[in-house]
């Protein structure tokens, strides 16, 4: 990748992810790039491709989800599976009471890698969507102060906790999951959830690694 292309992408991801950090924003001045020891060099392959996956919700076990957060399973729904372009996802509500609104909103999704051919403004490139993705997966961690890596989760994982937010690469593709939670929700927030373990444990439950 040259230099001015490298420079192209580092200030189109930084506008980017700076439209949507919710207060997460880290500066990165003086911070210094090009460590790549977060890649899991002994990444031992996919169980699944992207191909082979139809619905993200079909990734997803209501039975587990539900003893996380102390629930019957049927208080756990899977809503609005939706795929665009190269992107297939899957909203999940989970159900805290029998009032109408008093559910916790979870996501899943996976998306696949893009070539430089098919992506002619550097978009998914920059945004660590393409098959060069290693530079972006850094600057991404890096604008985020609530970020952190984690270890032997696919080829590389990044926890937001701001976002309550695990995002994996995998051979070819991505999987992001969303812990169920309400930002506004007292009660919710007052339990201290580990939402970065219950992102974890559907993760390892989704059968792609």
């Not at 609104?101 to 660590?128: C, K, N, R, W």
Request: glycine share 8%.
């Amino acid at each position: 990748m040259t230099n001015y292309f490298k420079t192209a992408l580092l200030g189109l991801i930084v506008v980017l992810f700076s439209a949507c950090s919710n207060g997460d924003k880290k500066s990165i001045i003086g911070a210094d790039f090009g460590d790549t020891s977060f890649v899991n060099k002994n990444y031992a392959g996919n169980k699944k491709d992207f191909k082979d996956i139809g619905s993200p919700c079909d990734l997803l076990r209501t039975d587990q989800i539900a003893k996380i957060y102390g629930v019957p399973v049927e208080k756990v729904k899977l809503d609005r599976p939706n795929e665009v372009g190269n992107s297939k996802s899957c909203r999940f509500l989970v159900f805290m009471s029998e009032e109408e609104f008093d559910y916790l909103t979870g996501f899943i999704a996976v998306e696949s890698e893009v070539a430089p051919s098919d992506d002619p403004g550097g978009i998914a490139q920059a945004t660590g969507g393409g098959t060069d993705w290693v530079e972006a997966w850094e600057l991404r961690k890096t604008l985020s102060k609530s970020s952190e890596y984690l270890p032997n989760m696919g080829k590389a994982a990044i926890w937001f906790n701001a976002k309550r937010n695990l995002l994996i690469k995998l051979d070819g593709y991505s999987l992001s999951i969303t812990a169920p939670g309400a930002a506004f929700n007292t009660k919710e927030q007052e339990k201290k959830r580990d939402y970065k373990a219950v992102a974890v444990e559907i993760a390892k439950s989704s059968g792609l690694f």
